[in-house]
Nanobody, 126 residues
């Protein structure tokens, strides 16, 4: 059974940083593509970033490019999302998910999700 445990959310001021973790069980992150999504109040869930550890492919939505960094630690079976220069518009519940693949040319959409993890709340105040 695939399980994804997201953590690391919290409340920060604009310009601050947080690192989210997604611990996986029932799969190995170096064999699977993992993505991060977020859902702000009243908005649809959107793709933020993904990684395919097997070949090092990464993708970032334009809204976070240059500020967020996705990485994986195969020994810990964990994928991280380092979020720097946070903005109030980054406020959302963040979810990790296993993906069919991480394909930058197609972006990151909910169509690619195989399994969802639980969310972790990120709140950025101005």
């Amino acid at each position: 059974e695939v399980q994804l445990q997201a953590s690391g959310g919290g409340s920060v001021q604009a310009g601050g940083s947080l690192r989210l973790s997604c611990v996986a069980s029932g799969l190995t992150v170096d064999d699977d593509a993992i993505g991060w999504f977020r859902q702000a109040p009243g908005k649809e869930r959107e793709g933020v970033s993904c990684i395919s550890s097997s070949d090092g492919t990464t993708f970032y939505d334009d809204s976070v490019k240059g500020r967020f960094t996705i990485s994986s630690d195969n020994a810990k079976n964990t994928v991280y999302l380092q979020m720097d220069s946070l903005k109030p518009e980054d406020t959302a519940v963040y979810y990790c998910a296993t993906l069919l693949d991480c394909l930058p040319e197609y972006g990151l959409g909910r169509w690619s999700v195989e399994d969802w993890g639980q969310g972790t709340l990120v709140t950025v105040s101005s």
